[in-house]
C-alpha cells in the first residue's frame, strides 16, 4: 500500500520561509511524477508544482520565482520550499504521486500566510 505522508505546515508571514515535506512509502523514482497541489478554503485544489522521475519541473505561474519543488537525497521524499508567500496562497497541501494511471494523496497539511 503506498502512503505519502506531508509535514511541515504552519504558520508562515511576510519575509519568512517554509519547507514542506512528503515522505513516501517507496522510492521516490518509483513514481513517473510526484507533486504539490493546495486547496485554498472553500475553493477547487489547484496544482502548486511538479516533478517527474526524470527531473522536469513544473510551476504553476503564480508561485515562479517563489517555490521551490526538490526531491530528499533519502530518495523517498520531496519537498516544497515557499518563500514569503502571499495570504492567497494559504490553504491545504498536498502531495500526490502518479504511478502509470493511478495516482495517489496524502492527507495534507494546511498552510496560512500572513502579512
Known amino acids: 500500500q503506498v502512503q505519502l505522508v506531508e509535514s511541515g505546515g504552519g504558520l508562515v508571514q511576510s519575509g519568512e520561509s517554509l519547507r514542506l515535506s512528503c515522505a513516501a512509502s517507496?522510492?521516490?523514482?518509483?513514481?513517473?511524477?510526484m507533486s504539490w497541489y493546495r486547496q485554498p478554503p472553500g475553493k477547487e485544489r489547484e496544482l502548486v508544482a511538479s516533478?517527474?522521475?526524470?527531473?522536469?519541473?513544473n510551476y504553476a505561474e503564480a508561485v515562479k520565482g517563489r517555490f521551490t519543488i526538490s526531491r530528499g537525497n533519502a530518495l523517498n521524499t520531496i519537498y516544497l520550499q515557499m518563500f514569503s508567500p502571499k495570504p492567497e496562497k494559504t490553504g491545504v497541501y498536498s502531495c500526490?504521486?502518479?504511478?502509470?494511471?493511478?495516482?495517489?494523496w496524502g492527507e495534507g497539511t494546511q498552510v496560512t500566510a500572513s502579512t
Open positions: 517507496e522510492n521516490i523514482f518509483n513514481f513517473n511524477d
Open positions: 516533478i517527474n522521475v526524470g527531473g522536469r519541473i
Open positions: 500526490s504521486g502518479r504511478i502509470l494511471s493511478r495516482n495517489y
